[in-house]
Nanobody
Framework: QVQLVESGGGWVQPGGSLRLSCAAS????????MAWYRQAPGKQRELVAT???????NIAGSVKGRFTISRDNAKNTVYLQMNSLKPEDTAVYYC?????????????WGQGTQVTVSS
């Protein structure tokens, strides 16, 4: 059984930084796409950033230049470094991983971690 565990959320003042982590565990053969989504109250879930196995990244325009996605393949972990945070970045952040395990292909989701940006 595959499990994703997120960490690193919390409260920060505008202009501050946070780093989110998402570690995948289980009988994993390979991981292709890793991504971060977020969902603010009353809004639809939106894609924030993706990184594929070769390292190519894609960052949403609303956070480009402030957020960076990276991965540690040895640890099956994806990170989201968030700098210059704004109140509009407040949301629950979810990691999403496309992977192959003993159960075949899985599109797995983390449990979500709250990020609150306010003064």
């Amino acid at each position: 059984q595959v499990q994703l565990v997120e960490s690193g959320g919390g409260w920060v003042q505008p202009g501050g930084s946070l780093r989110l982590s998402c570690a995948a565990s289980g009988n994993i053969f390979s991981i292709n796409r890793m991504a971060w989504y977020r969902q603010a109250p009353g809004k639809q879930r939106e894609l924030v950033a993706t990184i594929i196995s070769g390292g190519t990244t894609n960052i949403a325009g609303s956070v480009k230049g402030r957020f960076t996605i990276s991965r540690d393949n040895a640890k099956n972990t994806v990170y989201l470094q968030m700098n210059s945070l704004k109140p509009e970045d407040t949301a629950v952040y979810y990691c999403n991983v496309g992977l192959y395990s003993t159960m075949g292909f899985s599109d797995a989701w983390g449990q979500g971690t709250q990020v609150t940006v306010s003064s």
